[in-house]
């Protein structure tokens, strides 16, 4: 995630939390990302999952899935099966921390055009409702942002989900 997203949910929060950023760009919830060659593609299996599993937080926001939505991906990790299977385990393991953390989960923000290999009917139509039952079936909150960003193609000039204007907006969401 862009580094306006923290800083700006800090901002929101004030003195009353600390914000951390436990993300890297360009990574999946799936274990098969990018055709299954590069596990280390998946963020499961990098040092910011393991801070952010042993950080002791109160509150984990889960925004995962754009990576996820390329076909390539989405083909070798089993489609919808697949990422539900690896996005639950992903879920759980931070539900199991020891500071019993409220969950957010966050669907990705709409896509526009399709980039990057990204495909608009996985994160548009399919994404979305994969996380809101993630959501329910671990007891976690929800946010879509990709219907909440549905309308706005005009505000960002980036046609993908990575414009650092959304990532502000995120943050007042």
Sequence with gaps: MGPAWPARLQTLTGSSATVHSYARASLCAMQHCNGGRHSSMTYANTQEYRDAITSGATDV?????????????????GK??????????????????GSSPRLLLITPPHLYYERYGMQMGIMNEEMPSLIRDAAERAGAAFLDLNTAFLREAATFQEPSHTCANIYARMACT
């Design 61 to 77: 926001y889960i925004l995962l899935g754009g990576n996820d939505a390329k076909g390539k991906t989405w083909r070798s990790g």
């Design 80 to 97: 919808a099966p697949g990422f539900v299977a690896d996005y639950d385990a992903l879920v759980s393991s931070f539900a199991a921390m």
